[in-house]
Structure formats: C-alpha cells, structure tokens
C-alpha cells in the first residue's frame, strides 16, 4: 500500500521531541544569559573601583582628608569620573543602571581599609 503524509501519531511524537528540545534549549540559554549578565555586573563594578583608585590617586588631597580623620567618607560623583575621562560607558550594578546623580562613596575602615559603595546623590 502507498502511504502519502504522515499518521496524527507520527505529528505528535515529532512535535513532543521539538517541545522537549525546546524546553531544554532554553533552560540552557536562561543559565548562559544570567552568567553572562553577572559576569558584566561583575565586571563594570571592578571597573568602577579601579576609575575610583585613579581618581583618588589624582585628587590626593581628597584621601588625605580620610586619613587625617578630617572627614569620615568622601563622596565622588559619577558625572566627576565620566568628566575625567575615567568611565566612558554606562553600568549596571546588581540589576540597577549607575547614571550620574549618583556617587561613590568610599569609608575609612576600622583596620584602614577603604570601603566602597554606590549611593544615590
């Protein structure tokens, strides 16, 4: 007998296995796109300390205040790196955009450390 076409039994095993390779295909691309976005989070932080260490480096009087104990914290405004040529991009932070109105702030630790954060201005 001459068979043209598929039976509805053959469609529905073929479009179960595409189901099937679909839902473990994006599974997958969840995972690859969460790492890839943590991995740029990650990284436009560690760029933003390391503008924050050359723009202390510059403006060392700025520091000095920490040391000397003549101020607890200093605040520097993102629009101050970006003007300095220090950042030249826009970044995200634990999902929230860092725009201009916003500082970093760095803390004289108990042990001398430096302690950096982002806060709204």
């Not at 260490?53 to 520091?63: C, G, S």
């Amino acid at each position: 007998m001459n068979k043209k076409g598929f039976t509805l039994i053959e469609l529905l095993v073929i479009i179960g296995l595409l189901a099937l390779m679909a839902g473990l295909f994006s599974v997958n691309m969840v995972q690859i796109l969460n790492k890839t976005n943590s991995d740029s989070e990650e990284e436009g932080y560690s760029e933003l300390i390391a503008a924050t260490d050359v723009y202390l480096a510059i403006n060392k009087e700025k520091l000095a205040l920490l040391h000397n104990g003549e101020s607890n914290k200093i605040k520097i405004p993102i629009k101050s790196l970006k003007d300095e040529g220090l950042i030249s991009r826009d970044y995200s932070i634990n999902g929230k955009k860092i725009r201009d109105d916003m500082s970093i702030v760095v803390i004289l630790g108990d042990k001398g450390e430096l302690e950096i954060s982002i806060e709204k201005s």
